[in-house]
């Protein structure tokens, strides 16, 4: 069975300092993992699109990694800013074109 | 970038009625829409997947005449709720989708509110 689990459901950072968020998924045939951010109330914006052969990805102060062996992918935000309390959302798309999303992140920063 | 919009933003209804969303792809022809539902605090939920001239697939515990899916061309997908009830209240986003990896970009959403 496809699955895409994210840890942790929620966090709160103060803002300026950095985290890590965690996407370990099952999706098999494996096609691209991609990392969307959802404001509350708004629908999901893309941050970063990996493929297979791909390690690392950056997008300003986001940097996804992807770990295709273990089937893990982390984003990581640098220096936080208010504007980044968000859900963060990982999402698997297989070969045949399905996605498969993780349950999201909830990320306060707080000042 | 490509832009999917998404009309109404927000809809209020009266129980029993029925509610049309439309899901328009503005400057890419999406071969593929997406409908998904999304509760508080939780992730989307796929509803269905809409290809350009074709039926809906819809996914499992999705009510087919509920949920009347239409993608009459490459650029308008629309979604109607069809005798509407509170429970139907909810976050509804379509994404669209042109065949290539990279394009696959989701709407701004419709809230639902059925009163």
């Known amino acids: 069975k496809n699955q895409v689990e994210q840890s942790p459901q929620s966090l709160i950072i103060l803002e300026g300092k950095n985290c890590t968020l965690q996407?370990?998924?099952?999706?098999?045939?494996?096609?691209?993992l991609r990392w969307y951010k959802q404001d509350t109330g708004r629908g999901p914006v893309s941050l970063t699109i990996?493929?297979?052969?791909?390690n690392t990805k950056s997008n300003g102060r986001y940097t996804a990694t992807l770990d295709a062996d273990t089937k893990q992918s982390s984003l990581h935000i640098t220096a936080s800013q208010l504007s980044d309390s968000a859900s963060y959302i990982c999402v698997v798309h297989n070969a045949g074109n399905m996605l498969t999303f993780g349950g999201g992140t909830r990320l306060m920063v707080k000042p | 970038g490509a832009v999917v919009s998404q009309h109404p933003s927000r809809v209020i209804c009266k129980s029993g009625t029925s509610v049309k969303i439309e899901c328009r792809s503005l400057d890419f022809q999406a071969t593929t829409m997406f409908w998904y539902r999304q509760f508080p605090k939780q992730s989307l939920m796929l509803m269905a997947t809409s290809n350009e001239g074709s039926k809906a697939t819809y996914e499992q515990g999705v009510e087919k005449d509920k949920f009347l899916i239409n993608h009459a061309s490459l650029t308008l997908s629309t979604l109607t709720v069809t005798s509407a009830h509170p429970e139907d209240s909810s976050f509804y986003i379509c994404s669209a989708f042109s065949g290539t990896v990279e394009t696959q970009y989701f709407g701004p959403g419709t809230r639902l509110l059925v009163l």
């Open positions: 990996m493929t297979f052969s791909e």
């Open positions: 996407c370990n998924y099952t999706v098999s045939p494996f096609s691209n």
